[in-house]
């Protein structure tokens, strides 16, 4: 096979060999001939023939070259009359063919076909030559060269490089190109073939009643496998489905008629707010057929202007109990579990968290409880986000269901926006774009808009707003009222955005139609797989929606922890999920074992299982446990002390409940509290910050307890002038906080400590947590969120709850006295006598 191509007034003669398997494959010619040409009387005629072999040149007698000319298939890249005309007078047949031109220039042939070849400045080049444009593109953007990944799976696409060269311009507009930033379409279902009618049900005609009137008449397809598989006969399910594919009605499927018959139907969620959420649900749906609702999630105590206090209600005459993992877990550690009797059915929503490494094996040791003490009580499983369900079905003996197919179609586009000016343009675009359309069902398109840090949620939310754009920033700082009244104006479609940290995902249930990540950070780390996918799982409910949207903005250049955000982006879309595992260090094993005893769900040796999971023996950690003094072993039976009953029930590790023992003589209740559980979401507020970052012309964190924060705040004597207010609010914390004669100051615990301190001084005055917010904003300019120091002092009722329990269980009853009172001032806000 020979190509011949004009290049000047010399035809190059290029063989490459046998014809087969030479479409579009790159190859070197075995030799180069050049053939000059002259005009005669009988046409053109081969002047002059050259081998050229490396640098060696080698005259060669034309004849030569018309015999090679005859043997082989001969390709034109191109019209060219003068070559047809020689070739013509010689009677040698030839054929045109697409030959890449960037090979011909580097010394190659490639012959393309149209399939596998793209024009480019009105040239065809072959796919490894596009490959290399695109390449040499993302080289001179400055760009991640993993996303070379991506533009390669859009040429493949699109069949089109200089499209895609466009997403390199300067002034390409993703919105104007949807195609060039689209990554991926997850399409819906079609529907169900057969589907299972309400009607048809083998349920109480009260119960359909209620299911007709919110609207669902016939079964969605997960709901329909589980009818299938045994969900109304108890067959204990794993439910492995998208998010808002109908899981959470498959547990009231079962549920509720076992309520209607006696049996009790309990809902577990991860979250407070969730298991609020579902309490007033179910409340409001199954009081009109007598069932009674009631709540357990053992928080939110403190009284507190704006926050949601809910109070555990009576659930000893309950037919529906809604509660948190740890709610009814401390039923089961206190050895009430009788309270629970007749239980029927439980089910375990967002059952991923087990892969959680503070609540998974707690979770993890929960179930395993409710198991052996209710062994006749159908267990549903729920979560959207499971790697590996066969493993976590197997390990619960619980029959798995899949579906994959999402309620609405996703599309999953990729930009990527130079600086922060341009993604902030982006964002207002899309969602404006977003909010103008509007669904088959009526509703707007509305916006999720996640970042990492609650800084840039107001920042972003603020930069919206003076666009024009009716957006609210979302984070757990902020007080309940206030979260619940953004909440209620993002279902009434007043806002068209929300901005929120990545971190309170698994709680927003905003119905979003477009989600948007701009940064792909969570607080100081990357997101995970599993997180990215629950995120992303938010954009478009059936119920409103015709389709999701998702819009991925990792900034070129943007790096964290030796990664590149755009790196991280094309890792998230082609990474399938992490697998959930529960992950046991030493103190959690003898933590879970103390709670199965103080349960009575382990009451002999012999009951003990060896779980390859711990990282120590069950012998082992009765050993530990009997050091303590927490458990007694008795010819065989296993009785926890007075102080086990105390520990397990205030879920603390052995080495926690030691120190509070310890310190009990030595210390008030209050000092061990603190000494625990000091405040840390403290931030210098956006004024003394930036005035600092300009003065100084360096960059450092916010976070007020950051070594670079201290570092700087500490050094009073170097400091530039600020504004007045400002550096009296400096001078403010160095005095009041940064006082001490530590050898590590300011790098020492004092700080931290002594802003606590102060917190709950003011907490014992009787102020409310939005007052202490005001007072340390107008006195030390640092932002303490009024939400934030709220569920501090809760957390820290639950430790003077704990060290209240081990001074009566140590017969130290001036400490259970003072424990008592502090509780009061507390949780009250009442001053302390």
Request: a positive charge; hydrophobic letters at 35%.
């Amino acid at each position: 096979m020979i190509v011949l191509n004009r290049k000047k007034r010399i035809i190059e003669l290029l063989p490459i060999g046998k014809a087969k398997g030479a479409l579009n494959s790159r190859r070197r010619p075995l030799f180069q001939g050049h053939i000059r040409l002259t005009r005669t009387s009988k046409g053109p005629r081969i002047k002059r023939f050259i081998i050229k072999k490396g640098k060696k040149e080698k005259p060669t007698p034309p004849a030569e070259a018309i015999k090679l000319l005859r043997k082989q298939l001969i390709f034109l890249p191109r019209k060219d009359k003068e070559i047809e005309e020689f070739l013509e007078s010689l009677n040698i047949k030839n054929r045109y063919a697409r030959i890449c031109q960037h090979c011909l220039l580097e010394g190659y042939v490639t012959i393309i076909t149209p399939r596998s070849s793209f024009q480019y400045n009105k040239q065809w080049i072959c796919k490894q030559c596009a490959d290399e444009v695109i390449k040499r593109e993302i080289k001179y953007n400055r760009m991640d060269k993993t996303t070379f990944k991506n533009f390669k799976r859009l040429l493949q696409r699109t069949k089109d490089l200089e499209k895609v060269l466009k997403v390199f311009e300067p002034r390409f507009d993703p919105l104007k190109n949807p195609n060039l930033t689209l990554f991926d379409k997850i399409t819906s279902s079609t529907g169900e073939k057969n589907p299972i009618f309400v009607d048809e049900l083998q349920i109480p005609q009260r119960f359909k009643t209620i299911l007709k009137k919110h609207g669902n008449r016939k079964l969605l397809p997960v709901q329909k496998l589980a009818i299938e598989e045994g969900l109304l006969e108890g067959e204990d399910l794993l439910i492995v489905s998208a998010t808002a594919s109908g899981k959470t009605l498959i547990g009231e499927l079962a549920g509720i008629p076992k309520a209607l018959e006696g049996k009790r139907f309990m809902f577990l969620t991860p979250l407070v707010a969730l298991a609020n959420q579902k309490y007033h649900d179910f409340k409001s749906k199954y009081e009109k057929i007598g069932l009674k609702t009631a709540i357990k999630v053992g928080m939110n105590r403190v009284k507190a202007r704006g926050e949601l206090v809910i109070p555990d209600t009576d659930i000893k005459g309950a037919d529906i109990i809604v509660g948190t993992y740890e709610g009814i877990d401390f039923i089961l550690r206190s050895n009430k579990s009788n309270i629970l009797k007749e239980l029927g059915v439980v089910v375990i929503d967002e059952i991923h968290t087990l892969d959680d490494e503070e609540r998974g094996s707690r979770l993890n040791g929960m179930i395993s409880r409710l198991k052996r003490i209710f062994p006749e009580a159908q267990i549903i499983a729920l979560s959207a986000t499971i790697d590996n369900p066969k493993e976590i079905a197997s390990e619960f003996n619980l029959k798995l269901i899949e579906y994959d197919k999402r309620p609405v179609t996703l599309e999953r586009h990729l930009a990527f926006p130079r600086n922060e000016e341009e993604k902030k343009d982006l964002i207002t675009r899309l969602t404006t774009r977003e909010f103008k359309n509007i669904s088959n069902k009526g509703f707007h398109g509305q916006s999720i808009i996640f970042t990492n840090s609650r800084r840039k949620t107001r920042l972003i939310a603020d930069y919206l707003q003076r666009r024009g754009i009716k957006a609210e920033a979302y984070h757990a700082g902020l007080p309940y009222r206030q979260r619940r009244k953004i909440e209620k104006k993002f279902a009434s479609q007043q806002l068209a955005a929300v901005v929120t940290t990545a971190a309170l995902a698994a709680g927003v249930d905003f119905p979003a139609s477009q989600v948007i990540f701009e940064t792909l950070l969570m607080g100081n780390r990357w997101i995970t797989p599993n997180e990215f996918s629950q995120m992303l799982g938010r954009a478009g409910r059936p119920s409103y929606h015709d389709r999701g949207i998702v819009y991925l903005l990792p900034e070129v250049g943007m790096s964290f922890d030796g990664e590149t955000e755009e790196s991280k982006a094309i890792e998230l879309l082609e990474t399938s999920l992490d697998p959930v595992n529960v992950y046991y260090t030493k103190e959690d094993v003898t933590e879970q074992l103390l709670a199965d005893i103080s349960s009575g769900a382990i009451k002999n040796i012999k009951d003990l299982e060896e779980k390859p999971t711990w990282p120590i023996s069950p012998k082992e950690a009765l050993e530990i446990l009997e050091s303590y003094g927490l458990i007694i072993e008795d010819d065989g039976r296993l009785k926890v002390t007075d102080y086990g009953m105390a520990v397990s029930k205030s879920f603390l590790k052995c080495e926690e409940a030691d120190y509070i023992k310890e310190n009990l003589d030595s210390m008030n209740p209050l000092e061990i509290a603190l000494s625990m559980e000091p405040f840390e979401n403290a931030y210098l507020s956006n004024r003394l910050h930036n005035q600092l970052t300009h003065r100084l012309k360096v960059k450092f964190s916010n976070k007020l307890f950051a070594d670079s924060t201290l570092d700087i705040i500490s050094n009073g004597d170097n400091i530039i002038k600020l504004d007045e207010k400002l550096q009296e609010a400096l001078i403010n914390i160095q005095i009041d906080f940064l006082s001490c004669e530590c050898k590590e100051r300011p790098f020492c615990d004092c700080i931290q400590d002594k802003l606590s301190e102060y917190i709950v001084k003011m907490r014992l005055r009787g102020k409310d947590p939005a007052d202490i917010s005001r007072l340390l904003l107008k006195r030390y300019q640092i932002q303490a969120y009024s939400g934030d120091i709220f569920n501090w002092l809760d957390s820290l009722l639950r430790i003077l709850e704990s060290i209240k329990r081990i001074a009566s269980a140590s017969q130290k009853h001036d400490k259970v006295k003072e424990s008592s009172i502090i509780l009061q001032a507390i949780e009250t806000g009442e001053k302390c006598p």
